[in-house]
């Protein structure tokens, strides 16, 4: 970290820098953006990526690169899966929020992405107001019912 504290600053106090070149002893580590520069991935109806945007959710860097996608009739499946895995391997985004809808539409893609192991980003299935959800069909649900069998039989659904 560099420490600085001269009159080029719009501070009164010292403000801590990160350096952009991690040290030579953390070469072999993946390094992480903060969490002030992680990003949410959602692709879904028109309604879902609204309420996410309206909740702050959505950016476009200056390329014009969005991290939303808003579906509909018209969206082909190949435009869904492009966004999903240009989503699944940017190292700003931390969580992708896809309606279960959509990933009904591309479940290879999304099941081989979840097979993979990787945790970041995460994938959440999420609702949307024209399907009802279906946990058995959600990759997390079925986690959760792997580690605890009575879990879904609790909210009254067969495994």
């Known amino acids: 970290r560099v ?17 952009s ?3 030579q002893g953390n070469m072999g580590k993946k390094k992480f953006l903060n969490q002030a520069e992680m990003k ?6 028109e309604e879902t990526v609204a309420g996410m945007l309206l ?16 579906v509909d009739s018209k969206t082909h499946q190949r435009q ?9 391997t940017r190292k700003d985004i931390a969580m992708v929020f896809i309606t279960q809808g959509c990933a009904e539409t591309i479940r290879m893609t ?7 192991g990787k945790v970041v980003p995460t994938i959440l299935e999420i609702p949307s107001k024209e399907q009802p959800y279906d946990p058995r069909k959600d990759a997390v649900m079925q986690r959760v019912a792997f580690f605890m069998p009575t ?3 609790a909210m009254g659904l067969e495994v």
């Open 21 to 23: 070149n991690p040290p």
């Open 40 to 45: 949410i991935g959602v692709i879904g109806d």
């Open 151 to 153: 879990a879904l039989a």
């Open 110 to 116: 999304v099941d081989h992405y979840n097979d993979s």
């Open 55 to 70: 909740a702050g959710v959505g950016h476009v860097d200056g390329q014009g690169k969005k991290n939303f996608l808003i």
């Open 80 to 88: 869904i899966e492009d966004t999903f895995n240009d989503l699944t």
């Open 3 to 19: 420490r600085i504290h001269n009159s080029f600053t719009p501070f009164p106090f010292p403000v801590l820098f990160e350096h």
